[in-house]
């Protein structure tokens, strides 16, 4: 049972990607598509531990972190772009 | 599997390439990134493909994936990220003591200054 | 030995003058001389014992398995030779001690001298064809250097580069010509070569190696067509002409056929080669020289005739003919070089060689006319100078000269030569010495000094004294030379002022009136010809030379044309055909058979993803920091598919470099300009995206060949089975980049460092020039927000410092059996501090940096040179690690590897430069932004607000 | 005194130690001896970087804090999520309103401020510059004042016991 | 010789870092640092030649990890030879720059000891992949010091060297995978054991790799059609650096020789001599687009760089033809070449130096200080360069013209090197003449700031001119020496014993 | 494994599937970009955190070990994301929202801080704002 919850919650996953693709190439602020970025990292972390579940593995365990640390970090620098330029002053 | 990978790295590749073909210091930049995608993954691919035999010994287990194409794929990507910094700075370096942001120093249409050069 | 000092001595001499000409002229000249004498002596002291027959030889062994080996011999012909060199290289130095003026560096002329008179001897006396190619191309290079000597004249400088390059050619010639020659012998000692005459002009190689030998001689001895060369050397002093292209260098090539002689003439080719050329030169360049008003173009054109002469003598081919070659050489010497320096003296008494400008100089300067009349009354072959002797010769060889069938052409044209030879002699006479005294000269005239005229009076003397006793003064130097030139098959022969009436002197005769009545004539001939367009020589070599160089210009600026696009597409496509053609070399191109993995959903939608990414990364490539968030995309999704792929270490570090490189693009993009512009032609956009789409072709295509095959036996498999029981550690892959390849690693880590010092470096001069005027006068393009360091990100960064930290210890930690290691954890550290320069500001976050960023890269690289060196204490070799499993109470056991301290080192040097590169960097948004450094870390901190209230309260 | 220069932070070295633990993902003896020597360094090592220490309150107000954000955070989602799929877009009432604050405290309102934005519904997009009011996005706010007054009583009040 | 093998790469490495850690504040410690680390490899590096001339070739397993599964570093005797020569040039090279240019940007001396280490292990590496970590740490070094200083022009050129490069370096990474792919190995002896094994189905891939790869190794060696990197590159860069330089092409060629002589040999079976039909052509080309680019000069920098264009053309045509004879004649071209080239960058900036405003233009400007030293300075290398007599340059031309007599190409490759040298002279000869003779015709004396007597430059330059002078007079034992080279490139079986012990039997192995 | 922990498993994999969903299709639907800043929220909180809490169980009840790391997740997310939303708000803001006719007044001397830096040389209101499309 868990193997088809997994699945729906891959398919989940990808049609969020893909949906995430699509504001990022859509926009149509810049802010749209930092947001969207943001947003798949978010959904890659998710993945990775589906992924882990499904392999009943935590190997994955540290790139989900580290994820949601970098994903963060360049949201962060893109945003500090926009609105400085200069993003480190 | 396998396709995927391969029109992937394919696809990478002809991106790349096409933006290092570009005229400006950035897209070339990017095409360097790009390509350096590609060949990180095909290096990584001459180990073949596998899924979930990750080269971290367990007790019981005894397929690994091939770790070597990996560890090789590990020195590329530090090697081309300092790289890639060294030349991020140059092209503005470069474009602050020229100008202009053309690969060549100069723009497009202007007159060859390869007769000077040499 | 002496032989080689022969040799030698000019050349260490040639140090002498350079240092002597800071005691006086006078010592220079006299040093320059004593070599030279010294060196004479030493060979005059041989010359009894050569003309008896006897050959010196002596050899040094140099470079023997190419056959190049420093060996000498002295025959007859390599002592004529040489005697001449010395001799006249004597008086040479002499005369032009006083032909110099004193603005003229002496030191350098006679430096360069005494180097060109150490090749000549070098040439004369080689028994080493390579040896003596060596001594040849240096006589071209010194002549150079000698021609040009007065620096400041174009016509020496075109005149000098001319020679070089009409000889220099020539000598490029001759190296295949003698290098083809020691290969038929299977040698290149001339003494063996000259033993193999049959062997030689058997072999199917035989008329290249003449050809090409014969280009170097003809070049070098100004032979048709190769003679415009020679006139316009008459650019440099004339000691110079007067040696060089009356004595020495231009009969080198002249030596040289006669040296080849036995083993080169006698064929067919050689006849019709070299009597042709011979003959031609001889004729063209006594007629040439009638009208020249340039006493040194007339003689120089006279002497082109004259080696003309020699030329066809030595390619008749018998030995009768050479005999009378080799005394013609001896002559000419004699007589020409006495009139050269005759024609300096003119020029240095009158200030000009214009035959038109001069006249009944004989009055004004007796002793140099009388000389002058003398030798060039020799040179018109006149009865009883030694110039008539050796053209009776020639004109008796030629009467018996059959060409292409004809028996009287050969015999014409020598006379007519002899014609033209007696009408520009009578002109220098006549013209010069006799007739009007002229008072327009520049200088007035008066016989020069006697150590001015005394060389050439000497060669007079001799003129004169061979003329009347030539078998008493001349007789065995020219038979020890003939016997030499013609390989021991001297002829019967007597050298004698009068051989009763013979058909040469009827030719002779015929010559004399001739020659008188085109002088008398010589007005109206002059007009005739001034009319007619003769080829300009040198403008056709300038001409071609400047077409050469402008088509060169045209080729290289158009393959060179400084576009780094066409370099890159021209590489890309040759290592696609590269490629393709390696590829289907081959001709198995079976497909593989490995069993593929299935696509499951997760892994189809990550490609669709890429696959869009990729097509909207390039499709909107103009807006620059849309590109640069779709490229990040990109490399999430490839760390996604490293994972999915079995490969978590390299997901990590994929994503981390990604962020790293993310914010260092968007530094960059701060400075430079946001958008692309759309430059790009639809014809390139074609090529390139052709090229490309061929790249992606051939990629892919290997990629999947490779992907679909069995991996073969891999050393990885070693990897696998010891890196835990060897390498102490459970992660294969950081095992491989700490051990087992930690080599690679510790150059990787080289890499990163270099590449922060590399940018440091680079941003250093950012404050100098045209970077720092457009920093000073940079515009900010677009909208700031007043929030320079929004309060939530300073407070929330605060708190992830120290948890990034944490997490830096960790990954570092379980690197070695789980993903992770140095590498990732120096990126997690280095980000988290660059978080508190993006969050806290520069000023704040730099004030409290304890850590120095070059330090740590210069501590890394260092810590794991140490960990890698200790194993030699040990006596293992570097990089040589090991560990124990410690136990410890309460904490338990854990492991401590050596390799611990490399990858120590790799995690200090990826925090130092990645953090020493970003911090640098952003020096220039400063710079550009023209903002403070804010050293608050806060726009506004309303706690601070607070606190004051309370404690003005308190105070109240 | 020495206590205080080597734990300059205890509350942070105490989070510290708590990750670690989490991040080893085991509770043994070794990893909490470990953890704690971290616990103990890390603090010290940026403590340059924590120029002040926070005051921060007792643990059983953290604790209700706690529970009260995470039960508002799985409400909240509920609703928002029904918004999204089921409501035209058109008919959302999104508008900005502004929560004058009380706190001074920049940890406490940075808090408040990401409380707000993690119960769905409400997004914090901006301080007054001198960081005395936010300035709060809604999706769907029919009643603005209430919003306010449920942030305000819910969460502010609870944050200035805990951090002032 | 035991650890003394991998001193050469550590020495410099750790002296760099030294460098960077303790004194970079201070120049003259700086400079004492790397004036004295050179001068112990120049002795490191001499005794090893010493030793690999009297020995077979020695392996130095690094971890002491068996070969071919850890990595290996070789001593023989290419390799002694070309690090010595590496250490010479770089003595000369860091005496020069020691005077003033080491000031003219930041971290010269470290970059210049890295660099050192990068051409020392990438002669010095038994392993494919290896070799391109040294690649990288060579070419990141050089693009530092090829940017030292700064200026548009040096900017602009950087650029194009840098990206070049790094497509190269991808390229790099392709071949080296392929070759991995089919073979699973990376070290070069087993390589040499393992190609010939490998099946008929893999075949097409090997040799698509590794033409790739030789593709790589050709634009490092500058080769026709991937040469368009060097004339901007050298031309712009500081002259110490250019200088330096010198040595780069030759780790192209060397890199050329060592992995198409050893995996790609005569042993090879149907892959034996797999890159000489590709790079003979390409090098008779080169030599010929090389001297054309002499011809056409119009900046003694650029004549310089296109007549090492040129001599790389020459250089490969005789390693491509792949004889005893013509690799040992090549050899000595290498040996010649690096240090003619260096020596004419040195004398060339020495001359572009006192010419103030006019710079390395080959126009007319009035005299300048110590011409008549420069003057003849720049005559001898120049007739070295353009293989006159009586320098190396000749007998590496008449060795290379010997070695080719019997080649199918021979003619053509006689003629192209008779008729360059012709244009080598011509184009030498019109730009001393421009340099030093015009100047003459022109009014008044260049003064340029700071113009007096450079000592350190000076001994510089002639040392590289003295290395000609040694290389001329000691053609005899130096050619000894590398024609036992080329019979150790041609007898692979003491490398591969060296590294893997004795020769795997025909098994594919492990 | 008992199979009401499969159960509960299999459900907060779903929730969590259905809220990672919601959230970016919340990003599709809505208009403008501070609306749909609230999408993704739910994909942060509901959405990973029952992906997570799903983890913890499988591991603990499915594979016996006690696992907590997953919590480290959520601390970070929860930490970061009100940063991210306020960051990307400010972007937008700055660019595309008139400060004066848009946005509430602040109620305070200082304006918002994107727009209003503290201190003498404050905001301009004569300025006439214009929007950026860059
Ligand atoms: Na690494
Ligand atoms: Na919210």
């Known amino acids: 049972m868990i193997e088809y919850a997994l699945n729906f919650g891959f398919i989940c996953v990808a049609v969020a990607l893909l949906m995430n693709l699509w504001r990022l190439a859509k926009g149509p602020t810049i802010a749209d598509r930092v947001l969207a970025v943001d947003t798949m990292a978010i959904n890659a972390i998710a993945l990775l531990v589906l992924y882990g579940i499904s392999r009943a593995t935590s190997m994955y365990f540290e790139g989900a972190l580290l994820f949601a640390m970098f994903g963060f970090v360049s949201t962060v620098a893109y945003c500090k772009f926009v609105l400085r330029g200069d993003i480190i002053e | 599997m396998e396709f995927l990978v391969a029109s992937s790295i394919g696809l990478l590749t002809m991106c790349g390439t096409y933006m290092l073909l570009r005229g400006r210091t950035f897209p070339v930049v990017i095409g360097l990134a790009m390509l350096s995608y590609a060949v990180n993954v095909f290096l990584f691919a001459m180990g073949r493909l596998t899924i979930d035999m990750p080269p971290i010994l367990r007790d019981g287990v005894t397929e690994y994936t091939d770790p070597l194409p990996q560890a090789l794929v590990l020195t590329a990507i530090v090697i081309s990220f300092g790289m890639t910094a060294l030349i991020v700075v140059l092209s503005i370096r470069a474009y602050l003591e020229i100008g202009n942001d053309h690969v060549d120093g100069r723009p497009e249409g202007a007159p060859s200054e390869a007769g000077d050069k040499n | ?956 | ?164 | ?510 | ?134």
């Not at chain 3, 002597?20 to 006078?26: D, F, V």
């Not at chain 3, 000597?149 to 050619?169: D, F, I, N, S």
Request: net charge negative; hydrophobic share 55%; with cysteine.
């Open chain 5, 1 to 510: 010789m035991g650890h003394w093998i991998v001193v050469p790469i550590l020495l410099p490495a750790v002296m760099a870092a030294l460098i960077v850690l303790a004194v970079r504040h201070d120049i003259v410690l700086q400079r004492i640092f790397s004036i004295t680390a050179t001068v112990a490899l120049v002795a490191v590096t001499l005794s090893l030649v010493i030793f690999a001339n009297n020995n077979n070739p020695e392996m130095y397993a690094l971890g002491d990890w068996p070969a071919p599964f850890g990595i290996v570093i070789v001593l023989d005797r290419l390799s002694a030879m070309m690090i010595f020569l590496t250490s010479i040039l770089g003595l000369g090279v860091i005496l020069f720059a020691s005077s003033e240019w080491d000031k003219r940007g930041q971290h010269f001396h470290a970059l210049f000891q890295f660099q050192l280490m990068g051409v020392n292990g990438a002669f010095l590496t038994g392993d494919v992949f290896n070799l391109f970590v040294f690649f990288e740490v060579l070419l990141i070094a050089s693009y530092g010091l090829m940017l030292h200083g700064a200026g548009a022009e040096r900017l602009k050129a950087g650029m194009q060297y840098i990206v070049i490069n790094l497509t190269g370096s991808s390229l790099f990474l392709v071949g080296v995978g392929m070759i991995y792919a089919v073979t699973g190995t990376l070290n070069m002896a087993d390589l040499a054991v393992q190609v010939p094994l490998v099946a008929a189905g893999d075949a097409a891939l090997l040799r698509a790799g590794a033409l790739i790869l030789l593709l790589v190794f050709c634009v490092k060696a500058a080769l026709v059609p991937v040469h368009f990197w060097l004339p901007g590159t050298y031309a712009n860069a500081p002259a110490p650096v250019a200088a330096l330089f010198a040595i780069m092409t030759k780790v192209g060629a060397y890199s050329i020789l060592r992995v198409y002589s050893l995996g790609f040999g005569e042993n090879a079976g149907d892959m034996a001599w797999l890159a000489q039909p590709y790079i003979l052509p390409a090098a008779i080309v080169t030599l010929a687009i090389g001297m054309i680019g002499v011809l056409a000069a119009k900046r003694l920098n650029g004549l310089i760089a296109f007549s090492v264009i040129g001599s790389m053309g020459t250089l490969l045509i005789s390693i491509a033809l792949f004889t005893p004879e013509s690799i040992s004649a090549g050899l000595y071209y290498l040996l010649h070449s690096t240090f003619a080239g260096a020596a004419l960058f040195l004398i060339g900036d020495l001359v572009a130096s006192r010419r103030g405003q006019y710079g390395d233009h080959l126009n007319t400007a009035p005299v300048f200080h110590q011409s008549g030293l420069l003057a003849v300075l720049f005559f001898i290398a120049a007739i070295a360069m353009a293989g006159m007599p009586p320098l190396s340059g000749f007998i590496g031309k008449l060795l290379i013209l010997d070695a080719a007599r019997d080649s199918a190409f021979g003619v053509w490759i006689w003629a192209v090197i008779l008729v360059t040298s012709l244009m080598g002279i011509v184009g030498f000869g019109r730009a001393g003449s421009v340099l030093f003779w015009k100047s003459a015709s022109a009014e008044g004396v260049i003064e340029v700031e700071g113009a007096n007597w450079p000592v350190l430059p000076i001994i510089a330059a002639c040392g590289m001119l003295g290395a000609l002078v040694v290389l001329t007079v000691f053609a005899a034992p130096i050619t000894d020496y590398l024609q036992g080279t080329a019979a150790q490139l041609f007898d692979t079986t003491d490398y591969i014993r060296a590294v893997l012990g004795e020769i795997p039997a025909t098994q594919p192995g492990q």
């Open chain 4, 1 to 164: 005194m020495m206590l205080k220069r080597c734990l300059p932070h205890p509350l942070l070295s105490l989070a510290l130690l708590v990750v670690w633990v989490l991040l080893v993902n085991e509770i043994s003896a070794g990893a909490v001896v470990f953890g704690a020597i971290l616990a103990i360094a890390i603090p010290l090592i940026s403590s340059n970087f924590w120029p002040a220490r926070p005051k921060v309150g007792n643990a059983y107000a953290i604790c209700e804090y706690g529970l009260i954000v995470l039960w508002d955070i799985l409400v909240a989602n509920v609703v928002v999520a029904g918004l999204i799929l089921f409501r035209k877009t058109e008919s959302l009432e999104s508008k900005s309103v502004v929560v004058p604050l009380d706190l001074t405290s920049p940890e406490a309102i940075t808090t408040l401020a990401g409380t707000i934005t993690m119960t769905p519904g409400t997004v914090t997009i901006d301080l007054s510059a001198d960081a005395k009011s936010l300035l709060v996005h809604c999706l769907h706010a029919p009643d603005p004042q209430g919003v306010v007054d449920d942030i305000k009583t819910r969460y502010e009040g609870r944050l200035k016991e805990i951090f002032e």
């Open chain 6, 1 to 134: 494994m008992p199979f009401i922990a499969e159960i509960v498993i299999s459900v907060l994999i779903v929730i969590g599937g259905i809220f990672l969903l919601v959230g970016s299709f919340g990003m599709i639907k809505l208009r403008e970009l501070l609306p749909r800043l609230h999408a993704p929220t739910k994909a942060t909180t509901v959405g990973v955190g029952a992906i997570l809490i799903a983890s913890m169980l499988f591991f603990w009840i499915e594979r016996g070990h006690f696992t907590i790391h997953e919590l480290l997740i959520t601390l970070f997310l929860f930490l970061t994301a009100p940063i991210t939303a306020n960051l990307i708000a400010k972007a937008y803001l700055l660019r595309h929202v008139d400060p004066h006719k848009d946005l509430p007044e602040s109620g305070r001397d200082e304006g918002w801080a994107t727009f209003d830096p503290v201190g003498p040389d404050g905001y301009d209101p004569s300025e006439e704002y214009k929007p950026d499309e860059k």
């Open chain 3, 1 to 956: 030995m002496s032989l080689t000092l022969i040799v030698l001595l000019p050349f260490l001499g040639a140090v002498l003058p350079a240092v002597m000409i800071r005691a006086g002229r006078n010592a220079c000249a006299t040093a320059t001389g004593s070599v030279t004498l010294l060196a004479l002596i030493l060979l005059i002291a041989k010359a009894p014992a050569v003309i008896g027959g006897e050959v010196f030889q002596v050899r040094y062994d140099w470079l023997t398995d190419l056959g190049l080996n420093v060996t000498f011999f002295l025959d007859g012909l390599g002592l004529l030779f040489a005697t001449l060199i010395l001799g006249i290289g004597l008086l040479i130095i002499i005369y032009a001690r006083f032909y110099l003026s004193k603005d003229d560096p002496m030191g350098r002329f006679y430096v360069f001298l005494l180097l060109f008179q150490g090749a000549m001897v070098g040439i004369v006396l080689s028994d080493n064809i390579l040896l003596l190619l060596i001594f040849w191309e240096l006589t071209s290079l010194s002549s150079f250097l000698l021609i040009g000597y007065w620096k400041h004249l174009p016509e020496g400088r075109q005149g000098a580069r001319m020679a070089l390059t009409v000889t220099g050619a020539g000598g490029l010639a001759m190296i295949a010509g003698m290098l083809i020659l020691g290969n038929i012998v299977g040698s290149y000692d001339l003494t063996v070569i000259l033993q193999n005459a049959d062997l030689i002009q058997a072999s199917p190689l035989y008329v290249p190696a003449l050809v090409l030998i014969l280009l170097g001689c003809f070049t070098k001895s100004a032979q048709f067509p190769f003679h415009f060369w020679l006139p316009h050397a008459m650019a440099a002093p004339t000691p110079v002409s007067a040696y060089l292209h009356s004595a020495t260098m231009v009969k080198a090539g002249i030596f040289l056929m006669a040296r080849m002689w036995p083993v080169l003439s006698g064929t067919e080719e050689w006849f019709y080669i070299v009597a042709s050329a011979g003959l031609v030169t001889m004729v063209l360049g006594a007629w040439i020289a009638i009208f020249k008003h340039d006493l040194k173009g007339l003689l120089a054109y006279s002497t082109v005739s004259h080696l003309g002469l020699v030329t066809m003598l030595f390619g008749f081919g018998t030995p009768m003919a050479a005999v009378a070659g080799v005394f013609h050489i001896i002559n000419h010497a004699t007589f020409k070089a006495a009139l050269f320096m005759t024609a300096g003296i003119i020029d240095h008494e009158t200030g000009t060689r214009d035959i038109r400008r001069l006249g009944g100089l004989l009055n004004l300067m007796p002793i140099a006319g009388t000389i002058g009349i003398i030798s060039a009354a020799s040179m018109a072959g006149i009865i009883p100078l030694n110039g008539f002797l050796s053209k009776e010769m020639m004109l008796e060889e030629a009467w018996h000269t059959v060409w292409f069938d004809q028996n009287w052409l050969v015999p014409l044209l020598a006379t007519i030569g002899a014609v033209f030879s007696v009408a520009y002699s009578l002109r220098f006479i006549f013209h010069v010495w006799f007739g009007k005294t002229r008072d327009e000269l520049p200088h007035h005239p008066h016989d020069p000094p006697f150590g001015m005229w005394a060389p050439p009076a000497f060669l007079t003397i001799l003129v004169v004294l061979i003329g009347l006793f030539p078998a008493a003064i001349a007789g065995p130097l020219v038979a020890a030379t003939a016997n030499a030139v013609t390989g021991g098959n001297l002829p019967e022969y007597y050298l004698a002022l009068w051989h009763g009436l013979t058909s040469a002197l009827g030719m002779s005769v015929i010559a004399l009136i001739a020659g008188a009545l085109i002088l008398l004539r010589h007005g109206g001939l002059m007009s005739v010809t001034s009319n007619l367009s003769r080829p300009d020589a040198k403008a056709m070599f300038d001409c071609l030379i400047v077409k050469v160089v402008a088509l060169s210009r045209v080729i290289s600026d158009n393959l060179q044309n400084g576009s780094l696009q066409r370099y890159l597409a021209i590489m890309i496509f040759a290592a696609i055909a590269i490629g393709l053609s390696g590829f289907y070399a081959e001709p198995d191109h079976t497909a593989g058979t490995r069993e593929l993995l299935a696509v499951s959903p997760p892994a189809a939608i990550g490609w669709v993803l890429l696959v869009g990414t990729c097509i909207a990364a390039v499709a909107m490539h103009h807006n620059r920091l849309l590109t640069l968030l779709l490229v990040g995309v990109i490399g999430l999704i490839v760390s996604l598919g490293f994972i999915y792929l079995s490969a978590p270490d390299l997901a990590l570090t994929q994503i981390s470099v990604e962020v790293v490189t993310v914010i260092l693009m968007l530094l960059a993009l701060n400075i430079l300009p946001k958008e692309t512009p759309k430059e790009s032609q639809p014809g390139r956009k074609f090529r390139d995206w052709v090229i490309s789409i061929a790249a992606g072709l051939g990629m892919g295509g290997a990629v999947w060949a490779i992907m679909t095959r069995e991996l073969p036996n891999s050393i990885s498999a070693f990897h696998l089975a010891n890196s835990k029981t060897e390498g102490g550690g459970t992660n294969v892959v950081n095992v491989i980049l700490v051990d087992f390849r930690g080599f690679d690693t510790f150059g990787e880590i080289i890499v990163l460092g270099i590449a922060a010092l590399s940018i440091f470096a680079l941003i250093e001069t950012v404050t100098q020039g045209e970077a720092a005027k457009r920093l000073a006068s940079w515009v900010v393009d677009n909208r700031r927000s007043a929030d320079r360091h929004p309060m939530m990100m300073v407070i929330a960064t605060r708190v992830m410092l120290p948890l990034s930290l944490l997490v830096g210890v960790y990954i570092f930690l379980r690197g070695h059996n789980e993903p992770g290691g140095g590498f990732i954890a120096g990126l997690v550290v280095s980000v988290a501090l660059v978080m508190q320069y993006m969050a806290s500001g520069f000023g704040w976050t730099q004030n409290r940096m304890k850590a120095n960023y070059h330090g740590m890269i210069g501590l890394g690289v260092i810590a794991a040179a140490i960990t890698g060196l200790s194993a030699w204490v040990a006596g293992l070799p570097f990089l040589t690690s090991g560990f124990v499993h410690v136990h410890l109470p309460i904490v338990g056991e854990f492991e401590l590897a050596s390799a611990m301290g490399f990858d120590l080192g790799v995690f200090l040097t990826v925090v130092g430069a990645v953090t020493l590169a970003l911090a640098k960097l952003s020096q220039v948004e400063r710079m550009a932004e023209h903002v403070d450094i804010n050293p608050e870390p806060m726009d506004h901190d309303p706690s601070a607000a607070t606190a004051k209230v309370a404690t003005a309260e308190k105070e109240a």
